[in-house]
């Protein structure tokens, strides 16, 4: 049986996951989008190196920032880790907030690689440009994409530009079940005590040296790789231009972090038959 531990940024799926692997003998398997990436781990929030060193971890770190990392490469890691996992007896604890790759992995899509096309002329547009666009080439898509979700926009027009097929008509020839069995469990604090953590983990995260990190890195790298449109990243980009001031962005950071919160709910509510609990002992006793 293969566990999944969903839940909104902030809400603890990491420090469950670890104590659940714990008690079951299980083995802990990222479902972040942007934890996967190498070097950037204060804004992504991974979990410490003490912690992954109490259980082992899988699809943390192993990604260089110079490449671009997608869903189609997602569902055929997770699933190699899935099956190393399960032949060793152990059990796979997925825990994560992109329930997009969750889906990938565990449901039967196919996200078949695909021919890149130019997206240049794509990348100048604002967002609600891009959104405009997504919406003459494929309704039903831009229907279930929100409109400031660049990545998701951008992916679908380039599915359509690619394939010459709409990404909603390839979705909806899917039946869309598990190919696993597995169980859903989600963490859901209340919204407020969810925000009061987010700004606590903000402030923490500065604290910690953010600044220092994003900046370096940005230096590095420039501001081009996907991985940079990480929250806690992207905001940061006019402080280095001389256009914000750092507080500004510490208030950006957690706007658009409390946003996220409600767009993670919205879908683990809504995509998954998930049950929710707030402690090990509510799922371990749901007769695993």
């Given at each position: 049986m293969i566990i999944v531990i969903a839940g909104a940024t902030g809400s603890g799926k990491s420090h469950l996951a670890v104590e659940?692997?714990?008690?079951?003998?299980?083995?802990?398997?990222?479902?972040?989008?942007?934890?996967?990436?190498?070097?950037?781990?204060?804004?992504?929030?991974?979990?410490?190196m003490e912690m992954r060193k109490e259980v082992p971890h899988h699809l943390f770190d192993f990604v260089p920032l110079t490449e671009e990392y997608n869903v189609y490469r997602y569902q055929q890691d997770l699933r190699a880790v899935l099956k190393d996992v399960i032949a060793r007896g152990k059990t796979p604890i997925?825990?994560?907030?992109?329930?997009?790759?969750?889906?990938?992995?565990?449901?039967?899509?196919?996200?078949?690689?695909?021919?890149?096309?130019?997206?240049?002329?794509?990348?100048?547009?604002?967002?609600e440009q891009l959104y405009q666009k997504l919406w003459e080439i494929d309704e039903e898509s831009a229907k279930a994409i929100h409109p400031h979700n660049r990545v998701r926009v951008r992916r679908a027009i380039e599915i359509f530009l690619s394939s010459g097929r709409?990404?909603?008509?390839?979705?909806n020839e899917q039946k869309h079940e598990p190919i696993y069995p597995v169980k859903f469990f989600g963490l859901k604090p209340e919204r407020e005590e969810l925000y009061q953590k987010v700004e606590k983990r903000v402030d923490q995260m500065f604290e910690e040296g953010l600044v220092e990190e994003d900046t370096a890195l940005i230096k590095k790298y420039g501001t081009s790789p996907r991985a940079?449109?990480?929250?806690?990243?992207?905001?940061?980009?006019?402080?280095?231009?001389?256009?914000?001031?750092?507080?500004?962005?510490?208030?950006?950071?957690?706007?658009?972090?409390?946003?996220?919160?409600k767009r993670q709910d919205t879908f683990f509510a809504h995509q998954f038959e998930i049950t929710w609990v707030s402690s090990i002992e509510e799922i371990l006793s749901s007769s695993l």
């Open positions: 659940l692997a714990k008690r079951i003998d299980g083995e802990v398997i990222n479902a972040d989008a942007f934890q996967v990436y190498q070097e950037l781990s204060i804004a992504t929030a991974k979990p410490s997925i825990a994560g907030g992109t329930g997009l790759y969750i889906r990938a992995g565990l449901f039967d899509y196919d996200f078949s690689e695909t021919d890149h096309p130019d997206m240049s002329e794509y990348d100048a547009l604002s967002d709409k990404k909603s008509e390839m979705l940079f449109r990480a929250i806690g990243v992207k905001e940061l980009f006019p402080y280095l231009e001389g256009k914000a001031s750092l507080e500004s962005v510490k208030d950006e950071i957690k706007k658009n972090t409390r946003h996220y919160v």
